[in-house]
């Protein structure tokens, strides 16, 4: 596994942190880790990357890549501008301080994990078991590797697996390309949140049994949706990143709005408080969150626009 080293933020497979939904499950994590990946990048791509500005105060925005692939670079050169301007860089969660602190990464472990005896099969039915028992074997992933995870932290092991299987790297992720500058170059980095608090966010899921059933179902239509939603960020696309990631599936699953409520719209309220609080301290920002984040109805974007934040794509 990838020392859970994913941010939570976006179509939930994502995330990733996200992640990453709707057209089910799969699609929430997708979104939640919004793969946007895909090898036909580069410098020429628009991406999504937004400017905030309110009382002389400046906001960056950039719909975060969380898992992608080296052609991706370098980025377009406005965005590595932006960086540049800004006087901190404000990320979901800080994974490469997460990968040189042992501590956390042993309380990440922990909340990962069941504790000794108790097992994932023990937490769900022998059908779902046997449907995961029937994927390690075509992966040839050794079942102890899965036993004692639990059902959202399986879930989204899997679905990172399959991406990286169709050449996504965690290590070219957008965020972990700023995380890497900001480290070098001693910026300050600023967090919306924390790897353990997105760890215990997924563990927090009602019915997860029912979360890692539909990803396994839906691990198969990866290779559509990888394709429309690179497009759609490559374009620069709100509407069809929001149509991919929130709107279709809200739409054909409406019994999964507790579930978007848990991972879009509660964090987007409690980021984009935490953005405000922290542009007030700061004349620049260069914030790095999932793309599935800053589109559509009750995003951080439209969150910022209510407070008296102007907005605009860049």
Known sequence: MNHFSFSIGNRVFAQPCGLVFWRNTL????????LQAHASYAASDRGLLLEAQKNGQTVY???????????????????ERAYKRSDALVVEADIL????????????????VYPPGEQLKDNVSPEV???LVDWLNQRKIPEASFSRL???IAMITLSLIEMQARGLDPQAGIDRHFLNQAHRNNTEILELESVLQQIQMLNSLENPELYLQQTLAQLSDMDTFVPQITSAWKSGDQEK?????IREGLD????YAPLYELLFYKRNRDMAEKIKELSDQHDTLFVVVGAGHLVGDKSITDLLVKDGFTVEQI
């Open 27 to 34: 699609w929430v994590l997708a979104a939640l880790f919004l």
């Open 61 to 79: 925005l950039l719909g975060s890549i969380h898992l992608a692939d080296k052609t991706f670079y370098p980025l377009r050169e406005e965005i």
């Open 97 to 112: 301080a997460m990968e040189s602190n042992a501590a956390l990464q042993m309380q990440v472990m922990q909340e990962s």
């Open 252 to 255: 054909e699953n409406p019994e």
């Open 150 to 152: 639990r059902p959202a």
């Open 241 to 245: 990143i929001y149509d991919l990631v």
């Open 129 to 131: 078991y046997g449907q």
